[in-house]
């Protein structure tokens, strides 16, 4: 019998490892000209202005949504006809685009940061921050896509039929 928290296994690890993959590629930023992007700083201060505790909510809420966006994709992903790296591609550029239009400025507007001044508000696709950062975005999200789908639906990860 399979076993029902199965599916939730595996969004947890591909979640976790594209997660870190994303994290990773937006380290880059000031090596492509973007200013430091900070994101589990950002998403932490929206809990606490603690800024070490900030740190560690906002690694748990990174997380917890990559985990939560793995998921997802595990459930929309048999809805679209193409290859399995080009659903990854496509849901990819599905949360590029969310975050762009928005998430950054919802961000701008509720985030303790900007409203005391200490970031710059990153705008509507990140305008604000340069063309680097809405590309260097762009790549990373596209790459948590790939890494989710790459995973999820990897026969490696799939239970064996019984």
Known sequence: MRSSNTPWRRAIF????ATL???LLLRLAPVVGSPRIDVPLWDGTLITLNLKAAVIVGYVLEFSVGILLARLYEKMAPRVKSPRLARGAIYGLALW???MVAGLPLFSV???LVTHGLLLSPGFFAWHFGLATTLLFMVSLLLYGMT???FLESP?????PR
């Open 110 to 112: 509720v985030s303790p």
């Open 148 to 150: 989710v789908s790459y």
């Open 97 to 99: 685009a969310s975050l």
């Open 156 to 160: 490696i990860l799939r239970p064996s």
């Open 21 to 23: 993959v994303f994290s």
């Open 14 to 17: 591909a979640g976790i490892l």
